[in-house]
């Protein structure tokens, strides 16, 4: 992609914001296969994030899209169940993310798009989910933190390599091997990609909410302007501000 200026936009909401009468409201715009994976899922909670994820979706491509209404999307599931519009659909890039009561959503015109999301107060052994996730350069540096330094340093990490592993659209286990985030010491971050995927990848860690973990990745050579927008109510959005807290470049 050449170099200028590109427009990335975030969507987000918060799933308690949401009462059981607007999202039966809702579901008139899902499609018939995501009625079906509505229905079938065990808990009232997975229904909720599912349902919720799919009318931001829908409701930000209206947004963008003025002349399709959010029930009219083609919606179809992709490699390894991520979601992409159906062939013939208007391309719009985007990718989806949930964690907690919150749900965020990244759109723009790059084929190669990814977010993640996580919430970063919650006690977890972050040791071993690294031990068993990270490269041996993360992990040591990870570890020469102070122990209640560990845990931000880690969601720091992970949300930059899930983006990037869902931007690639590959499997979540190998992928995340093949980027290392370190930096540790100074606090900038510096990103290694292998296996011939370093050219243009951007990463950003995004301020999305209190107590929020987020980061992007995208693969352009373009300046990132990034707008935001809270879905307040059903296709109701009210603008927001995301700071981006950081930005770096991949090398190989």
Request: hydrophobic share 40%; with cysteine; net charge positive.
């Amino acid at each position: 992609m050449s170099n200028g200026l590109l427009q990335l936009q975030l969507w987000h909401l918060r799933i308690g914001d949401f009462s059981d009468a607007e999202l039966r409201l809702g579901l008139s715009w899902l499609s018939g296969e995501e009625l079906d994976y509505f229905r079938n899922c065990a808990s009232r909670t997975r229904k909720r994030q599912f349902a919720l994820g799919r009318l931001l979706l829908r409701a930000a491509l209206s947004h963008l899209d003025a002349e399709r209404a959010p029930g009219q999307w083609r919606i179809v599931e992709g490699p390894h169940g991520r979601p992409e519009l159906a062939s013939g659909e208007p391309f719009i890039g985007f990718n989806l993310a949930h964690s907690g009561d919150r749900i965020a959503l990244v759109t723009g015109p790059l084929q190669r798009l990814g977010i993640d999301l996580e919430y970063g107060l919650k006690r977890r052994k972050v040791e071993r989910l690294a031990r068993r996730w990270f490269n041996a350069p993360e992990l040591t540096e990870m570890m020469q933190l102070a122990p209640e330094a560990r845990q931000q340093w880690f969601y720091r990490l992970w949300t930059m390599k899930e983006a990037w592993s869902k931007a690639l659209g590959e499997p979540l286990a190998p992928s995340l091997r093949r980027v290392t985030v370190t930096g540790a010491e100074d606090g900038e971050c510096s990103v290694t990609v292998t296996g011939g995927e370093a050219d243009r990848w951007q990463f950003f860690r995004i301020q999305a909410a209190p107590g929020f973990h987020c980061a992007l990745a995208c693969q352009s050579e373009a300046e990132i302007r990034l707008t935001s927008r809270r879905m307040s109510g059903l296709a109701r959005f009210e603008s927001t501000k995301s700071q981006i807290l950081e930005r770096a470049e991949s090398t190989s």
